[in-house]
Nanobody, 122 residues
Framework: QLVESGGGLVQAGDSQRLSCAAS????????MGWFRQAPGKEGEFVAT????????RYADSVKGRFTISSDNAKNTVYLQMNKLKAEDTAVYHC?????????????????WGQGTLVTVSS
């Protein structure tokens, strides 16, 4: 089970941190990702990380502003979002896979959280 938290309303230029708490399994061999879906748009890859935290990958639209990280002891993955823009407004979903895939596609992940809404006002 994946449960996201940390969403809310912020101003453009602000920072916000999302959390994804994982439970119900052993996640040491999982790759974790964040995706987002803006109103009226398809789901979009944001970032992914190996559970060890050794490898990360970002969408070009967030590179340099967002940071994905993991805390194995807490079974939690984070998405630190800085310099937020109005176009970052979306429902952010956490995703996980135990397959040997480290990809940016929705189909690369097997488990999904319900999402948390981030609204950035300009």
């Amino acid at each position: 089970q994946l449960v996201e938290s940390g969403g809310g309303l912020v101003q453009a230029g602000d920072s916000q941190r999302l959390s994804c708490a994982a439970s119900g399994g052993t996640f040491s061999n999982y790759n974790m990702g964040w995706f987002r879906q803006a109103p009226g748009k398809e789901g979009e890859f944001v970032a992914t990380i190996t559970w060890s935290g050794v490898r990360t990958r970002y969408a070009d639209s967030v590179k340099g502003r967002f940071t994905i990280s993991s805390d194995n002891a807490k079974n939690t993955v984070y998405l630190q979002m800085n310099k937020l823009k109005a176009e970052d407004t979306a429902v952010y979903h956490c995703a996980a896979t135990d397959r040997a895939i480290f990809g940016p596609f929705l189909g690369d992940y097997d488990f999904w959280g319900q999402g948390t809404l981030v609204t950035v006002s300009s």
